[in-house]
């Protein structure tokens, strides 16, 4: 598993390079894609194969059972679920080997009808992802032979909730606005670290969930691109010995974001207080915008076919798609996507008694950040909060600085 793990971070990195551009929100997930694609390369031939195989760091015969070990493996992590669907037209013969490849239960028919067959994949992509994703990113045209799709969900809940208030960011991007801040303190400073990356220094503040999918908050240095961040926040996930623990970072300004240094107190916890902020995030990506990134240039040329292995009959991708959305929030995080291909036919009152450290670590600009299986270091989905929600209307405001000493448990 380990190494099909890698070859999906590896794919995450890549596209985290080129997503998210400079002021806009972006959220994608690498695994969504991986699965689906690893079905197609595993009936692909000639240089689409080769493409493939590139694109996805494993030979084609390999691919579908790494494909099936990617699935199982997501279907056994708590909070997480996957599905793959497949749709064709009854006038497509199969391959019995690629079809004895499928999940059970995820083969359907392509009816010929468009309002038949688009509520169809409408209603599995929505049944599949909880309602987060209402349609299906491809739908069925008077062309199409084939359609196949992955799901994937992450939900995690915080083992401890953060607190809500209204931030006002002093500088940077968000400077002048009034966006939905969240705060939590914690007594444990190695929940934020810093690592040094091709991007510059890296600061990574872990939100431990319930579940074993804990999310990464990355605040790269304020000129760096959105990719090269996003990029280096995959590489750190996958290799955390890379990060310097707050337990030894020196005082002053350590990392972007963070203030480290001795304050009084009134117990004798250390103290690692974290501002951030809520997003909820949807984006769309079409894949064939990238296709050497995905291994699909060659495929894509409709004068013959490249997918001896699904059918006999010639097969090109005429459609590749992914929606994704993602939500954090005082009690936890939720993503989704769907991943989509289509195939046509080829042709103080006192002071405190105690000095005790202190660091404080403030998202106050955009940032990335990455929905993480504590186990694998599997990156299920990763994104870059460039707009942050607004507040909901509340009838008081809290001051992030009114925290309880004592409550320091996360």
Same mark, same amino acid.
């Given at each position: 598993?380990?190494?099909?793990?890698?070859?999906?971070?590896?794919?995450?990195?890549?596209?985290?390079?080129?997503?998210?551009?400079?002021?806009?929100?972006?959220?994608?997930?690498?695994?969504?894609?991986?699965?689906?694609?690893?079905?197609?390369?595993? +009936?692909?031939?000639?240089?689409?194969?080769?493409? *493939?195989?590139?694109?996805?760091?494993?030979?084609?015969?390999?691919?579908?059972?790494?494909?099936?070990?990617?699935?199982?493996?997501?279907?056994?992590?708590?909070?997480?679920?996957?599905?793959?669907?497949?749709?064709?037209?009854?006038?497509?013969?199969?391959? $019995?080997?690629?079809?004895?490849?499928?999940?059970?239960?995820?083969?359907?028919?392509?009816?010929?009808?468009?309002?038949?067959?688009?509520?169809?994949?409408?209603?599995?992509?929505?049944?599949?992802?909880?309602?987060?994703?209402?349609?299906?990113?491809? +739908?069925?045209?008077?062309?199409?032979?084939?359609?196949?799709?992955?799901? *994937?969900?992450?939900?995690?809940?915080?083992?401890?909730?953060?607190?809500?208030?209204?931030?006002?960011?002093?500088?940077?991007?968000?400077?002048?606005?009034? !966006?939905?801040?969240?705060?939590?303190?914690?007594?444990? *400073?190695?929940?934020?670290?810093?690592?040094?990356?091709?991007?510059?220094?890296?600061? !990574?503040?872990?939100?431990?969930?319930?579940? +074993?999918?804990?999310?990464?908050?990355?605040?790269?240095?304020?000129?760096?691109?959105?990719?090269?961040?996003?990029?280096?926040?995959?590489?750190?996930?996958?290799? $955390?010995?890379?990060?310097?623990?707050?337990?030894?970072?020196?005082?002053?300004?350590?990392?972007?974001?963070?203030?480290?240094?001795? !304050?009084?107190?009134?117990?004798?916890?250390?103290?690692?207080?974290?501002?951030?902020?809520? =997003?909820?995030?949807?984006?769309?990506?079409? /894949?064939?915008?990238?296709?050497? /990134? =995905?291994?699909?240039?060659?495929?894509?040329?409709?004068?013959?076919?490249?997918?001896?292995?699904?059918?006999?009959?010639?097969?090109?991708?005429?459609?590749?798609?992914?929606?994704?959305?993602? !939500? =954090?929030?005082?009690?936890?995080?939720?993503?989704?996507?769907?991943?989509?291909?289509?195939?046509?036919?080829?042709?103080?009152?006192?002071? %405190?008694?105690?000095?005790?450290?202190?660091?404080?670590?403030?998202?106050?600009?955009?940032?990335? =950040?990455?929905?993480?299986?504590?186990?694998?270091?599997?990156?299920?989905?990763?994104?870059?909060?460039?707009?942050?929600? $607004? $507040?909901?209307?509340? %009838?008081?405001?809290?001051?992030?600085?009114?925290?309880?000493?004592?409550?320091?448990?996360?």
């Amino acid at each position: 598993m380990y190494r099909t793990v890698r070859a999906v971070n590896d794919l995450t990195a890549r596209w985290a390079r080129q997503a998210p551009a400079a002021g806009r929100n972006a959220v994608f997930s690498g695994p969504g894609a991986w699965a689906p694609l690893a079905l197609l390369a595993a +009936g692909s031939a000639g240089p689409a194969a080769r493409e *493939l195989a590139d694109a996805l760091g494993v030979p084609t015969g390999e691919a579908a059972g790494a494909g099936r070990e990617l699935l199982a493996a997501l279907d056994r992590t708590p909070g997480v679920s996957s599905a793959l669907g497949v749709w064709t037209r009854d006038r497509l013969p199969l391959e $019995p080997a690629w079809t004895a490849a499928l999940p059970p239960h995820s083969l359907g028919r392509i009816t010929g009808d468009p309002d038949a067959d688009r509520a169809a994949l409408d209603a599995w992509a929505a049944d599949r992802t909880a309602g987060q994703i209402p349609r299906m990113p491809v +739908g069925a045209t008077p062309d199409t032979e084939l359609v196949l799709a992955g799901a *994937l969900t992450v939900r995690t809940d915080w083992i401890r909730r953060f607190q809500s208030y209204d931030a006002r960011p002093g500088t940077g991007a968000w400077q002048g606005r009034t !966006v939905a801040g969240l705060y939590r303190a914690t007594g444990l *400073l190695d929940r934020v670290g810093v690592a040094d990356t091709a991007a510059g220094p890296l600061t !990574v503040l872990k939100v431990l969930g319930l579940q +074993g999918v804990d999310v990464h908050l990355c605040l790269g240095p304020a000129d760096a691109a959105p990719g090269a961040v996003l990029a280096a926040a995959v590489r750190t996930a996958e290799h $955390p010995a890379r990060l310097r623990p707050g337990t030894v970072l020196p005082d002053g300004a350590p990392g972007p974001g963070l203030e480290a240094g001795r !304050v009084r107190s009134y117990t004798r916890a250390p103290l690692l207080l974290a501002r951030t902020v809520e =997003f909820d995030l949807a984006d769309d990506h079409d /894949l064939l915008h990238r296709p050497d /990134l =995905f291994g699909l240039r060659t495929a894509t040329d409709t004068g013959t076919g490249h997918f001896p292995g699904i059918s006999p009959d010639p097969l090109a991708v005429t459609a590749a798609r992914q929606s994704a959305t993602a !939500v =954090f929030g005082p009690r936890g995080f939720r993503a989704a996507a769907v991943t989509a291909f289509g195939a046509a036919a080829g042709a103080a009152a006192t002071r %405190p008694p105690y000095a005790v450290r202190r660091i404080t670590a403030a998202f106050d600009r955009p940032f990335a =950040f990455l929905a993480v299986h504590r186990t694998s270091r599997l990156v299920l989905a990763a994104g870059w909060v460039a707009d942050p929600r $607004p $507040p909901d209307p509340q %009838p008081d405001d809290l001051d992030p600085d009114d925290l309880d000493p004592d409550d320091l448990d996360w």
